[in-house]
């Protein structure tokens, strides 16, 4: 089937199956094969996948920090090895001579986004489906692009427990699980009603965990927590570590901008856009607890405009942690380059 056919992925389906196995392939590090119709690509996770061929998927915002134009791009490299071919994906300079640059097409736009499903840097190599070794998976092309929405929307509750806690409140913790068994935690303290407060949190592992003081993600949890134990409400602790790229990519943003780059230009040398962060999941947990009118704690106006935008009545609260030494640069970054209410 191809990707214009395929507008509806169920989670029981034997497409929804095999795309999610080719994502499991590809965060082990193994190639796999992309089907659209009767053509079809190997397609190999240039973070360490084996070395397939010389051409190289990359991103559209990392095609445009190299100068090699909009969109997704396939970047030939004649004879590189390895580590030639990984600077192409997340050096912070690459040598563009003897370079090729052509558009990538729905193939390439399905590489990139099987790398991010997978947490993988969003670069593949790609080749002949035939250079394929036995037993490689593969997918269509429709079915990769259609997965991540439809593992959204399988969110389901599956447990429940009081909890008390540290801000001085019993919350009720219930865990919400997608097709795939990955988690998404709900605390609510108190009835849920119209107006209350929500605070819809990315997890942080060096700031919510580590108490990491280049970001605020730590103190907003914090903040958070304390105003719902008081107030009641809402907080959903989502999987998308570092707006959505995963914790190594985060740390590899993190040892760019030790070079001199900011969030978003660092973000955006390994490939991600600023902000890669979904909020369907959130949206569909949101209607199951029956939450359509709330007050919104966010500094973020795209976060409140894509809840608004499917349908809820939100309202932005502000939500600020303190600016220190160490985080001032990222606020500031956050206030002038992704628009954030600081």
Not at 36 to 65: E, H, N, T
Not at 139 to 167: K, M, N, W, Y
Not at 247 to 257: D, G, S, T
Not at 320 to 340: D, F, L, M
């Amino acid at each position: 089937m191809t990707m214009q056919a395929r507008s509806l992925l169920r989670p029981t389906s034997v497409a929804f199956v095999a795309a999610h196995r080719v994502v499991c392939e590809v965060a082990a590090g193994r190639p796999v094969i992309m089907r659209d119709g009767a053509d079809a690509r190997l397609a190999s996770p240039l973070d360490g996948g084996p070395v397939i061929s010389d051409d190289v998927v990359i991103a559209a915002p990392r095609a445009a920090y190299l100068g090699l134009g909009e969109g997704v791009r396939v970047v030939h490299a004649p004879g590189a090895g390895r580590e030639r071919l990984e600077a192409l994906a997340m050096a912070d300079s690459v040598d563009r001579e003897g370079l090729t640059v052509t558009d990538g097409g729905a193939f390439a736009k399905a590489a990139v986004e099987l790398a991010k499903l997978a947490e993988r840097l969003p670069a593949m190599m790609v080749a002949p489906a035939h250079k394929a070794p036995a037993g490689t998976l593969s997918a269509e092309v429709g079915d990769i692009l259609a997965f991540r929405h439809a593992l959204a929307v399988s969110q389901r509750p599956v447990a429940t427990a009081r909890v008390p806690l540290a801000a001085g409140a019993i919350a009720d913790v219930t865990a919400f699980r997608n097709a795939i068994g990955g988690c998404v935690s709900a605390v609510a303290v108190g009835p849920l009603k119209a107006g209350a407060l929500v605070r819809v949190h990315s997890s942080c592992v060096t700031g919510d965990i580590l108490g990491s003081l280049k970001c605020d993600c730590g103190a907003q949890l914090r903040i958070a927590l304390q105003r719902i134990s008081e107030e009641g409400g809402l907080l959903l602790y989502t999987a998308q570590e570092g707006r959505g790229i995963g914790l190594v990519n985060k740390l590899r943003a993190y040892a760019l901008q030790d070079k001199g780059l900011d969030t978003v230009d660092a973000n955006e040398a390994l490939g991600y856009h600023d902000d890669e962060r979904d909020y369907a999941a959130a949206a569909v947990i949101l209607r199951q607890l029956g939450l359509t009118d709330f007050r919104l704690l966010t500094n973020n106006p795209a976060k409140a405009s894509a809840l608004a935008a499917s349908g809820f009545q939100v309202a932005a609260t502000p939500l600020r942690g303190p600016v220190t030494a160490e985080n001032a640069r990222y606020i500031e970054t956050k206030r002038h380059r992704s628009g954030h209410s600081l």
